[in-house]
């Protein structure tokens, strides 16, 4: 039995989420992919009511044991707990590998309920995951105004997976919940496009580059240690502890990848680490290239939601890419263009080259380190 299972177990008699073999049965029109799931060790009879919304350690659950059944090798257990509403080691090594995110301020939310929109995320992040590409024509939904613009890319990209469909009118319906039986069939045509490929192990996503080891969390830089000649409240206080540094990046002329110069202004006591940061990046294997008339660090400012000064104020933060790599605030409003990992060169991707080189070299990226604003643009020192 794999160890997954047995904490899967373990968490159904604890919690009482469900007895084994529930009470109802799945919907006919699922029958055929719980079958084939059985076949493939997924714990998928544990639910009292398969048409109601499958919570987000449910998914997190059957998600991980998807990939094991995939790779037919066991799932890398996370060192760290990042979560102060669950200890269950699963939705750690789910989060650290990329699989599921938190809802911010180290909470999972367990008990949770999946929209369908959110689904479409960890649906085309996992078949990303294990190296699955779309086969289909993305789907033309009729409600994709209603679509939060973060989830755009992944309802498309789900629709061309052939994973998630529209209803019979063509909306999408991305607030609505999932439920355990179509959370079961979206698995089981993962898994169906996975049979038969060579899908390697699971093998380690972050390589460390600096001295610390993401374990879901983000490390929490201590600002004593940082604003030596005292705090930063004025232009004058911010001007005076900054410095000048040029590093070596990679850059993007018609199409083709050149080395190139990038000039930052930061405070004087992250200079090294920044320069470390750049180092990496640029001695990566994906050449990931960096917009230098756009990536920028110091601004002294204000946060564009409140009267607090900006990290970037005190020279702490850096936005790489703001075009590419948009930030999305809680009225949908966006500043930037897009945000397309994998498809656009310019965005970053959790545990590639750039998130990697900054996250281990102790920054905090505003992508996913809390609920709102997501800003994939933003890496910070003091994680904020």
Known sequence: MK???TVFLSFILIFSFAPAFGASAPAAWAEESFAAMRVAGLPVDVFDD???PISRLELCVLEVEAVEAVTQSPFPEADGRPFTDTDLPLAAAAAEAGLINGRGNGIFDPDGAVTREEAAKLFVTLARFIGLEPAYEPARFTDMDSVSPWAAEYVTEASAYGYMNGDENGAFLPAGPLSAEQAVVVLARLYAAAAGEAVPAFSQKIVVTGDYVYDGDYKRNDPA???TDGPITTKEEADAQMTEITVDIWELEDG???PGKLTLT???NIAEVTKAVFADIFNGPEKFPIDRYSTYCYSFRTTATSSRL???ATGTAIDINPDQ?????PDGTTVGSL???GENPYSITKFGDCWTAFVSHGFTWGGDAWSSPQDYMHFSYLGK
Do not use: G, L, M, Q
Request: proline share 4%; with cysteine; net charge neutral.
């Open 339 to 341: 945000y397309a990992p």
């Open 50 to 52: 398969y048409s109601a």
């Open 3 to 5: 160890k997954f299972t």
């Open 266 to 268: 930061v405070h004087k």
């Open 325 to 329: 790599n948009y930030c999305v605030y």
């Open 256 to 258: 083709e990848k050149v």
């Open 225 to 227: 240690e940082v604003f």
């Open 310 to 312: 900006s990290e970037h």
